[in-house]
């Protein structure tokens, strides 16, 4: 899991945190799902990670979790995504200062025991965060760099920023999705300008669902999902994608990688 390495992720929040942090508690259930997934982002010891890595984590044994490489002080918050009776999946957002990253964590239940079996982390290349920092110090955008700027500002949000700008657009992002369906090409330019989106497309795999994708970079890719059903919806995966979850409903956000 080279390329999604969580360990060097944190040197530069531990950099930037401005205030002073101290170490949660685990208050979930001993054993427990939610308890392993604390352990390895919260606490500052985890030494028995042998005893609850498998698959490709096993190779990550003598690296530090999380929760060691900062010592037990970021603040740790949990969402499960799904939870089944052999598998579960959880996103996770740890917080230092005034600096949050997120990530997702892949279990299995192992003979009654749950295992992590995957940490995932949707990084892009630096020099796109860099672009987002240097356009928002300009004082004056033209249109085009504008709708540049919306779109990789929004590319590289937390989960939460992007849920809180589909569920405080619904009116619009409905609109796009009338004027995609009707060929309005006036009104989708407008409409995908004003809400910082890429394009809205369909997919063959999954033709129930309509995509509107936020950006891409190479395999990477980070946007949102309408459908009506569910089950209509791509599996969530290790590799392919790696989070989906319901913001409104019919609507979903999703990530690729």
């Known amino acids: 899991m080279e390329k999604f390495k969580y360990i060097a992720l944190f040197f530069f929040l531990m950099q930037m945190a401005v205030s002073p942090l101290f170490a949660q508690n685990n208050s979930y259930t001993n054993g427990s799902a939610e308890w ?4 390895f982002f919260g606490e500052k010891s985890f030494p028995d990670k042998d005893n609850y890595y498998t698959g490709e984590m096993v190779l990550d044994i003598k690296n530090p979790s999380v929760g060691e490489e900062l010592n037990g002080v970021g603040a740790v918050t949990l969402r499960q995504i799904y939870k089944q009776s052999i598998s579960a999946m959880f996103a996770v957002t740890v917080k ?42 300009l004082e004056q955008l033209s249109d085009s760099t504008n709708s540049l700027f919306r779109m990789l500002k929004l590319m590289t949000s937390t989960d939460e920023v992007i849920k809180t700008h589909l569920s405080e657009n619904a009116g619009s992002f409905n609109a796009l999705l009338s004027a995609f369906e009707s060929k309005d090409k ?5 409409l995908i300008n004003e809400l910082g989106l890429n394009s809205v497309f369909k997919d063959r795999k999954y033709p129930n669902c309509t995509f509107i994708q936020i950006g891409s970079f190479k395999s990477m890719e980070v946007g949102y999902i309408k459908t009506n059903d569910d089950s209509h919806l791509p599996k969530i995966s290790q590799n392919g994608f790696i989070y989906i979850e319901e913001i409104i409903p019919g609507w979903y956000i999703y990530r690729v990688i």
């Not at 006036?186 to 407008?190: A, L």
């Open 96 to 137: 230092v200062g005034e600096n949050a990253t997120e990530f997702y964590s892949y279990l299995l239940n192992v003979n009654g025991k749950w295992m992590i079996q995957a940490i995932r982390k949707f990084l892009l290349p630096k020099f796109i965060y860099q672009t987002v920092d240097s356009l928002s110090q």
């Open 36 to 39: 392993l997934v604390y352990r």
């Open 186 to 190: 006036d009104n989708f330019i407008r």
